[in-house]
């Protein structure tokens, strides 16, 4: 069972009980760090008010030929929404009036087919979709009707990646620990450069690892590390936010360990925009942990649920789109309708 599902299926609350809290500015130790004590709520609940200033929706057109299995995550271009679907391995593309499109849909073994599709990218400069094979460590090329380009086949097994002006950025921060981490790969010199790694040797294992806004690439390090980077050009990361949280992690883990028992905090999801990050943390004493920082006023809110009171529709999936200053999550329907896209336009 997917832990940050779990994180994501949260239910009504009406606004009756709206009880506004306040925010915490962060505290910082001798090392900069920015300390987050996860024990400790600065509200029961955060609410979409405190971090959005209006909202709109997509209904994406229901079909027999269009059928989504689940939402894996979105991309947003100027002609189409594109839908990853890991449930049956095809990235649908929609018009931006939710009207169906057409289908990727390239399984198999052959040289322009992916055996097992785990993510993609959309190339704005070549518009080209990436789309990334887990099985064969590839990159397929594809033009955004579906039309095979090319494929790049690394040396290493990502879980997640990122198109650079050189290269890509490459994550395998579910791999093993020797060498578990954040990689770029040069293209033109076939190098790969280790960048970070993976603190504890628990694995990790999400839709997504990283995420790319208004020309940022950026990632949260896990399990307990939780320090933002962000991507420089030539293969170069640098620490952008030291969080910290609290309580530090006195255990090893192996890899295999269970994390449904988990009995320290363990980040279970991450997007961040211009202005707002927000993520998840789980334990099994504790439950479920809402984190938003706001980057300008440098304050953070710490609860243990997330809920839309501006019109109380729930939602069911996040994904990683967060350009111009908006973050995109999915509505799932209550009979076998497409889900809908649920557009959240930040203050």
């Known amino acids: 069972m997917k832990v940050h599902l779990i994180m994501t299926r949260y239910y009504y609350i009406s606004l009756f009980f709206f009880l ?117 460590k590839s990159v397929l090329r594809y033009t955004v009707s579906g039309d095979f380009i090319s494929r790049v086949t690394f040396d290493i097994y990502p879980g997640d990646f990122k198109k650079t002006t ?26 790969y450069v280790k960048l970070v790694g993976r603190s504890h040797n628990l694995s990790c294992g999400f839709d997504w690892e990283m995420v790319s806004y208004d020309d940022t690439i950026a990632f949260m390090a896990p399990p ?50 211009n202005r707002w990050i927000y993520a998840t943390y789980w334990c099994a004493k504790y439950g479920v942990r809402a984190f938003l920082y706001d980057k300008r006023k440098q304050e953070y809110a710490l609860g243990s649920l997330l809920v839309n009171d501006m019109d109380d529709k729930g939602f069911s999936y996040l994904s990683s789109a967060c350009d111009d200053n908006r973050f995109v999550f999915g509505c799932a329907s209550d009979d076998g309708s497409n889900p809908e896209l649920q557009i959240l336009y930040l203050k």
Request: proline letters at 3%.
């Open 224 to 273: 307990f590390d939780n320090m933002v980077y962000h991507y420089k050009e030539k293969g170069e990361v640098y620490g952008y936010l030291p969080f910290q949280m609290l309580p530090h992690s006195e255990r090893e883990y192996e890899y295999t360990a269970s994390k449904q028992d988990l009995p320290d905090f363990i980040r279970t999801n991450y997007i961040e925009g």
């Open 166 to 191: 050189d290269g890509y950025l490459l994550s395998l921060l579910g791999a093993p620990d020797s060498i578990a981490g954040v990689y770029h790969y040069d293209v033109q010199a076939n190098e």
């Open 20 to 136: 506004m809290g306040t925010s915490c500015t962060y505290q910082k130790n001798g090392n900069d760090n920015i300390l987050i004590d996860l024990e400790t709520l600065t509200k029961d609940t955060i609410y979409y008010s405190s971090f959005v200033d209006s909202l709109s929706y997509i209904s994406l057109e229901t079909g027999d030929e269009c059928l989504i299995g689940e939402i894996t995550d979105v991309i947003f271009t100027s002609r189409y929404i594109f839908i990853l679907d890991n449930h049956q391995q095809t990235v649908w593309a929609f018009f931006p009036s939710g009207q169906f499109s057409h289908a990727i849909c390239r399984r198999g073994e052959a040289p322009d087919e992916y055996i097992k599709l785990v993510q993609f990218e959309y190339d704005s400069l070549n518009e080209e979709l990436l789309l990334l094979d887990g099985w064969s």
